[in-house]
Each structure stands twice: as C-alpha cells, then as structure tokens.
C-alpha cells in the first residue's frame, strides 16, 4: 500500500520501551500503518503542525503536561484529530474523564495491552468518520432551513395586499415574478405565452 494511503499514527509516549511495543504491534500490519513517536506534548504540537496524522495514540502521565492537557491544547488550536488515551492499572477514573472531555478511547496499560491498539485504532477512526459524516449533514440540513426561511421572506412579500383597498397587490405579483422570469431566461422576455412577462413588461416589450 502506498504510504499516502496508510493509517498514519503520532504515539506521544515517554516510556521507551511502552513505546516500542506499541510501534511494534502497529507496524505488524506494514501495509496498514505508519507509525511516529515522540515524547512530550511541545513536540507532539509542533510535529502535527507539519505532518499529517490520521490518529493521536497519548498516554497519560507525560513530562510536564498530562494526556487531558494535550486534549485541551488541541481543541484550543482547532486541531480535529482522535485521541486515543494510555492509562495505568486502576487509572479507570482518569480514562473516564479523558472520554467525556473529547478522548475517542482509552486503553489500560495491562499485559499486552499494546495487542489491542490496532483494533482501538479502526475503532477510533470509525467513530470520528461517523462523527464528521453526522456534521456534514447537520450543515446541509442548516443550509436547507435557511434557503427555506429565504423563500419564505419571498413569498411573504408577494402576498403584500393593498394597506387602503385590502385587495391583492396584483401589480406588485406581476413585477416581482416577471423580474425573475425575465432573469431566468437570460435577459429576453417570454412573449406573449408569459403571462407575467406581458403584463408586467408590456411597455419594454409592446405587442404589435
């Protein structure tokens, strides 16, 4: 597989032996992932400004910052990648908390835990595919409501009566729906078969 096409995954890990068994396991699949490893959140923010990386694998506790801290600076910088967070036996709480505040998962560091990162990964990735597909529709359907609203402000307009005679601004209708035939139909008018555009553009198209 062509490395463009390949899962890129950033491990920010400062145990180098975690760390290994970590790539390791990834890089059994060499068709499927390419893996990069740093140690601290500095470099971890600075390499995703450069590089492109479909997933974030972090543990926890990591020199000067902690997992949750590199959470808040990437919503800080807009940054839109999964998370997937490491955490130590009997750490459960601190994995919760990673969840509710943007986390994709958690693993816990028990034997071989490092085996089930691949699975974690496609599961992490599957979950923010869904999430950017449901975005895309919440923008379309927002897109759709406002084209109603404009519509609906159109017709408003065009049901305009008469403030004195109470009576339906037939005038008005004509103009404003001759205007708009006129322009969807390049600039020349209909003719006679228009109805709107002979009635309200009879003294720019006279009949003879």
Known sequence: MDDKNKIKVLVVEDNHDHSFLVKRALEKNPD?????????????????????FQIIISDYKLPGFSGLQLLAQLRKKNI?????????????????KAM??????????????????????????????????KEKLEDEIKMKVLELEDVN????????????TEIFNYRYLSEVLGKDCHEAHGGFFCGENCRFCDTSHSHLNPKK
Do not use: W
Not at 122 to 130: E, F, V, Y
């Open 32 to 52: 499927i992932f390419t893996v990069k490893i740093v140690d601290t959140v500095e470099k971890c923010l600075d390499v995703i400004q450069k590089e492109e």
């Open 80 to 96: 839109d990648l999964p998370l997937v967070m490491l955490t130590g036996s009997g750490n459960e709480e601190i994995a919760v």
């Open 100 to 133: 509710k505040e943007g986390a994709y998962d958690y693993v816990i560091k028990e034997p071989d835990y490092f085996k089930t990162i691949p699975l974690v990964i496609r599961r992490a990735l599957d979950r923010h595919k869904d999430k950017k597909e």
């Open 153 to 164: 402000k159109k017709l408003a307009i065009l049901s305009i009566t008469d403030g004195l």
